[in-house]
């Protein structure tokens, strides 16, 4: 049976601190969550209920071992999670200063597994079979995972739903400078688009997000989503629909993993079938949820606490 979300990128081990508003030299107990945020995205899909997988690298070790076994109590298929001898699993600390700053501090050298990903290894008719199929701009930093990621989307030509996470993480690249390319090579694989204003700024030089936008569904995309922060999300497609919705409002723990939540939900709604205004509303709320709460992909949430929300008016 095909996957309804087949993702492929990052993941990691995050160590979070349980003090908030401590930073890292006084934190004194942390506690330790899967991560990632393509494999959060197939978590929080799982937890509405999709048949979710995830394509991705671990280090040959205890922290490799536990990932395996995340993915499985989350239900996520972790067939594609393969191990790179001589690499470390990538760990990822964070401080959590509410509501707006949660610096991030990665650990992915000498170089991550999940980069290590190579085009020869993949199940490319799964890829291809999958109804949504999710890639991340990370996944395009460097060799093999460029290639693979390349490949992956041009052997899927558009077939289902195809999103690009953009996924800016300019600290992955060698040269920042280089990434605009890859990225136009990616959206022209692409159906859906999903950035906040700095990433559609790389992917299309534009910040403006209506201008964003017109300029993803020019690279070739069906729906572009731009995330505006406070302003909240904005979403055109190529039919001329737009939904343009307001966050809901939270007191904010953790914001880090609120994007992931949002791209589950959004994988949720397009296969629902949904309407551009139901499926921006549903993945706000999904985002709210968690960044009300400490962790990211354990605090994915359901489909009752989704609609709770939503009904609200806010997450309580």
Not at 42 to 63: H, K, M, N, S
Not at 76 to 83: A, G, L, S, Y
Not at 273 to 302: F, Q, Y
Request: charged share 20%.
């Amino acid at each position: 049976m095909a996957h309804d979300l087949i993702t492929m990128g990052r993941i990691g081990v995050d160590l979070y601190p349980l003090q908030t508003g401590v930073p890292l030299p006084q934190v004194t107990s942390f506690g330790k969550f899967l991560g990632g945020s393509a494999t959060n995205v197939a978590v929080a899909a799982a937890r509405l209920g999709r048949r979710t997988a995830v394509i991705t690298r671990t280090g040959d070790d205890p922290f490799g071992t536990y990932l395996h076994e995340a993915l499985k109590g989350f239900g996520v298929d972790d067939r594609w999670v393969t191990p790179v001898p001589g690499l470390p699993t990538p760990v990822t600390f964070c401080e959590v200063f509410p509501p707006d700053d949660f610096p991030l501090y990665f650990y992915r050298q000498p170089k991550a597994p999940d980069l290590e990903i190579d085009a020869h290894e993949l199940d490319l008719d799964a890829i291809r079979d999958a109804r949504i199929f999710w890639i991340t701009g990370t996944g395009l930093s460097e060799e093999p995972s460029r290639t693979a990621t390349l490949a992956a989307l041009a052997h899927r030509a558009k077939s289902g739903t195809t999103v690009f996470d953009l996924d800016w993480r300019p600290m992955f690249w060698r040269d920042p400078a280089e990434a605009r390319p890859f990225y136009a090579e990616a959206l022209k694989h692409t159906t859906v688009a999903v950035g906040n204003l700095d990433e559609v700024e790389v992917a299309t030089g534009v910040r403006d997000p209506h201008e964003a936008a017109r300029a993803l569904l020019d690279a070739g995309v069906e729906i572009a989503v731009v995330k505006q922060g406070p302003k909240g999300v904005l979403a055109v497609d190529s039919k001329g629909d737009q939904a343009e919705v307001p966050p809901l409002p939270v007191n904010v723990l953790n914001g880090l993993g609120a994007g992931d939540a949002f791209g589950g939900s959004l994988c949720h709604g397009l296969l629902a079938g949904w309407d551009l205004e139901k499926i921006m509303r549903h993945a706000n709320a999904a985002g709210a949820i968690v960044a009300s709460r400490l962790e990211c992909s354990s605090a994915m949430p359901t489909p009752d606490e989704i609609d709770a929300a939503i009904a609200a008016g806010a997450v309580r």
